[in-house]
C-alpha cells in the first residue's frame, strides 16, 4: 500500500474499484485545518477526467502496470492482431479494448499495451499518425474565404473533416485523440 506521499504523474492507483492515472496533484495546507492532497484523476476505462480530495497520508492502492511495445499486425475477423516487438508472441485484441482510437489503426503501426500481470487494462495508440486520404469532394475554387470543412475518407476507413484544399492521395497527420485533422504531411 502507499500514501498521498507517494504520488507521482502517470501512477495509477485503485480507487471506487476502478483503475485511475494520476494526471496532476497538489499538496494543501490550509492554514489551521487538516493538510489535504488535490488530485486529478483518468478513469484507464472510460476517459472519464475527475478532480478528487484525499487526506493527506491517506493510504492507496497503487497498482503495478507494465508497459510493452506491441505492432498491430492485421485483423482476424472482429479481434485485432497484435505482436510483442522483442519476443514476438501475438495476442488478439478485443476492439471494445481498443475503443474509438480503432479507426486510425492500420497494420504494422506500433501500440503501447498496458498490463496488469496478464490483463490488458488500456491501450495507447500514437497521439499521431499519418494516414492517406482515399476519397474526397474536389474543392470548390475560390471558397477559401471562411473555414470551410469537408468529409475525407481515409485509407484505414474513418472519416474526418477536412479543409477545402485536400485532395484524393495527399498524406494527412490525425491526432487519434480528438479524431481530428492537424495537417497536410509532404513525402
Avoid at 72 to 81: A, C, Q
Wanted: proline letters at 4%; a negative charge; glycine letters at 6%.
Amino acid at each position: 500500500m502507499a500514501t498521498t506521499a507517494d504520488f507521482r504523474p502517470g501512477m495509477v492507483i485503485r480507487w471506487n474499484n476502478e483503475l485511475w492515472t494520476l494526471v496532476e496533484f497538489q499538496h494543501v495546507n490550509p492554514g489551521n485545518w487538516r493538510a489535504f492532497v488535490r488530485a486529478k484523476l483518468k478513469n484507464m476505462k472510460t476517459g472519464k477526467v475527475l478532480e478528487n480530495r484525499f487526506r493527506a497520508g491517506e493510504s492507496i492502492d497503487d497498482v503495478r502496470v507494465e508497459r510493452h511495445i506491441y505492432q498491430f499486425l492485421y485483423r482476424d475477423g472482429k479481434d485485432f492482431v497484435c505482436m510483442h516487438n522483442e519476443t514476438f508472441e501475438q495476442i488478439n485484441i478485443s476492439p471494445d479494448v481498443i475503443g474509438e482510437g480503432q479507426q486510425f489503426l492500420k497494420e504494422n503501426t506500433n501500440i503501447d499495451i498496458l498490463f496488469d500481470d496478464t490483463v490488458i487494462i488500456a491501450i495507447e495508440l500514437p497521439v499521431f499518425i499519418n494516414l492517406r486520404v482515399v476519397y474526397t469532394e474536389p474543392g470548390v475554387k475560390g471558397d477559401t474565404a471562411t473555414n470551410t470543412l469537408k468529409p475525407a475518407k481515409l485509407e484505414t476507413g474513418a472519416t474526418v473533416n477536412v479543409p477545402l484544399f485536400v485532395n484524393e492521395g495527399d498524406l494527412l497527420k490525425i491526432d487519434t485523440r480528438s479524431a481530428g485533422y492537424v495537417e497536410r504531411v509532404k513525402e
